[in-house]
Every structure is written in structure tokens, then in C-alpha cells.
């Protein structure tokens, strides 16, 4: 479907204000907000995806801001817009998280950020239940399993690099599938201080008594419940390789 981008010097008016500042920017707000959106050299905006405000498309919606379809220079990206209400003072601390997992190639690239934006590769994906739920015919087992191996080896790299997401016992939010390939998203709950859940998390979700396991189990036969908590008590208790392998080899990954 092709994208409509609207200049950034509209939104002055609503109802694209209350995009920039959701939920309820003033125009003293908006102006600013508009001025530090040129200084990024963010050109334009469209409204896309299938979350909305009012009557306007956007990508994506939280507790700490909006994220929609935007256009730096030439380049589709990401733009996440913090929320006039957000207790975050600014999307800094977001930043650097996005910058730390990208040093292992987890995550959307990071372009940078301002207090009220953050600049992020666009990821033109599906959620991870939506993707599994399309899933049939010959080879679906196989390409259900690529998928899973891949999260869970990003989430085995974030546990060995101390950070924990946060979030991704909800992986339905937090995982779009692009060309068959998982990025998890979503880095805002970020922690380089909590003890590490990443793959644990990931795994019950995908596993574990969840609308995503089900549509999993149509595919490819799970182990018991007791294996799987058996090998992540195993893991837990060392996060090395050589647990995560045991964890891989009981979910036939």
C-alpha cells in the first residue's frame, strides 16, 4: 500500500496536533515540538498501521509515547513521539538502550533523539501472532522454527549482555516478523540493573498456556510443560551457552 507523507508544517492544525502532541498538547507545545522535528530534519509524516487516534492511522501506541510512519530526507523511519503526559523527561535513556542492543545486532537501528522524539529503522512487519496464525501448508513447521530459534538467540545475547527488556512475557507487542525475520521491539522498560528474563520469558510465552502457544502446538508438536520449566530452571540458575543449548534442544529448536 503506498504511503501518503504529509509536511511537517501542517501539523501545526489539528487533527495532526494531536499527534505531535498526544494527548493534549497546547499550541504553544505543538509549535515547539514542530521546530525540534526540523532540526532532526524529519520532513514529513503518514498515517499508517492499525492502531489509531481518532480518525488517524498510526503504528503503534504507549505508555510513553506514539510511534508513526515518518520520512527523514529520503528514508522511511520510525518515529516515536513522547507523550505530553509521559512521566520519561526525555527519550534519551531509550536511546542509548537501542544503541547498547544494537552493538548485537538486536533490535531496530537507532538514528538518534531529542527530548521529545526518537528516530528508529522502520520495521514493515507483522505481529508475531498474526504471522504465526497465517502460517500453514508444507514447510510451515520448519519456518515456525527458524523464526522461534532466532528470538530466542537475541534474547540468550541480551541475557549475556545484562539487559533485560522487560516486556517480552507480552511477545505479542513486543516481536514483528519482517520477510520471515523476528526483530523484537520496543525497548522503553529497559534494565541494565534488573536481573536478566529475556529468554525465560520468551519461551513461556511462546510455549506456555498462551494464545501463541496454542497456534504454535497446531503446528509443531510441544514438549510437556514440566521439560520446559525443568530446562529454564536449569538456565536460570547459569545463563551459559551450555544451558541454553539444553533449553534449544528440548524445544527441538
Known amino acids: 500500500m503506498k504511503s501518503y507523507f504529509i509536511p511537517i508544517k501542517k501539523f501545526h492544525d489539528e487533527p495532526y496536533s494531536k499527534i505531535i502532541g498526544f494527548p493534549n498538547g497546547t499550541k504553544n507545545q505543538i509549535k515547539k515540538r514542530i521546530i525540534e522535528l526540523e532540526k ?3 520532513k514529513s509524516i503518514s498515517f499508517s498501521g492499525k492502531t489509531t487516534i481518532g480518525k488517524l492511522s498510526i503504528l503503534g501506541k504507549g505508555y510513553v509515547g506514539v510511534v508513526v510512519l515518518a520520512r527523514k530526507d529520503s528514508k522511511k523511519i520510525a518515529l516515536k513521539i513522547r507523550r505530553i503526559d509521559s512521566q520519561r523527561k526525555n527519550m534519551k535513556n531509550e536511546e542509548l538502550f537501542l544503541k547498547s542492543v544494537n552493538k548485537i545486532n538486536v533490535g531496530p537501528k537507532v538514528f538518534g533523539s531529542s527530548k521529545n522524539f526518537l528516530l528508529m529503522e522502520y ?7 498474526d504471522w504465526i496464525t497465517q502460517l500453514n501448508g508444507r514447510g510451515s513447521s520448519k519456518k515456525l522454527k527458524i523464526v522461534i530459534k532466532k528470538i530466542l538467540e537475541d534474547c540468550f545475547a541480551l541475557d549475556k549482555m545484562g539487559f533485560d527488556h ?8 513486543h516481536v514483528l516478523i519482517e520477510d520471515n525475520i523476528p526483530y523484537i521491539i520496543d525497548f522503553e522498560s ?4 534488573r536481573r536478566t528474563s529475556n529468554v525465560t520469558s520468551v519461551t513461556q510465552a ?5 494464545g501463541i502457544s496454542k497456534q504454535v502446538q497446531k503446528i509443531y508438536k510441544n514438549p510437556t510443560k514440566n521439560e520446559i520449566i525443568n530446562a529454564l530452571k536449569i538456565y536460570k540458575n ?13 524445544l527441538k529448536l
Open 40 to 42: 532532526l530534519q524529519v
Open 123 to 129: 520495521i514493515d512487519g507483522i505481529k508475531i501472532l
Open 166 to 173: 522487560g516486556e517480552l512475557s507480552d511477545i505479542s507487542k
Open 190 to 193: 529497559g534494565s541494565l540493573k
Open 206 to 210: 511462546i510455549f506456555i498456556g498462551s
Open 238 to 250: 547459569c545463563k551459559n551457552r551450555e544451558n541454553f543449548e539444553k533449553v534449544l534442544k528440548v
